[in-house]
């Protein structure tokens, strides 16, 4: 159990540290409009903000269906609760890939 906690501590640490860095880039933007740059240039940053987004995206969606989903089907009983996840599951899915 208590390698879990220790992953789940790197993980939330690692996203922490990715945010803080989308946050730079953000402001990176912000000052790069206010310096009028070159439209192309600050293109390719809000490219790279997106790419770095959905990698955060995409751990959170890991963690959740390693932790979350997993603990519930393996844990209950019921049928009907195990596809209430897979249905939870499936539309966040579909809400994230948009």
Do not use: P, W
């Given at each position: 159990?208590?390698?879990?906690?220790?992953?789940?501590?790197?993980?939330?640490?690692?996203?922490?540290?990715?945010?803080?860095?989308?946050e730079?880039?953000?402001?990176?933007?912000?000052?790069m409009?206010?310096?009028?740059?070159?439209?192309?240039?600050?293109?390719?940053?809000?490219?790279?903000?997106?790419?770095?987004i959905?990698?955060?995206?995409?751990?959170?969606?890991?963690?959740?269906?390693?932790?979350c989903?997993?603990?519930?089907?393996?844990?209950?009983?019921?049928?009907?609760?195990?596809d209430?996840?897979?249905?939870?599951?499936?539309n966040?899915?579909?809400k994230?890939?948009?």
């Amino acid at each position: 159990m208590k390698e879990m906690a220790e992953k789940s501590k790197t993980d939330k640490d690692a996203i922490i540290k990715r945010l803080r860095r989308i946050e730079g880039q953000v402001k990176g933007i912000q000052k790069m409009i206010n310096e009028e740059k070159y439209c192309v240039d600050i293109l390719i940053q809000i490219a790279a903000i997106r790419s770095a987004i959905d990698k955060v995206g995409g751990i959170m969606l890991e963690n959740h269906v390693k932790g979350c989903v997993k603990k519930t089907i393996d844990n209950s009983d019921d049928i009907g609760e195990k596809d209430r996840v897979i249905d939870e599951l499936v539309n966040t899915m579909l809400k994230f890939m948009k």
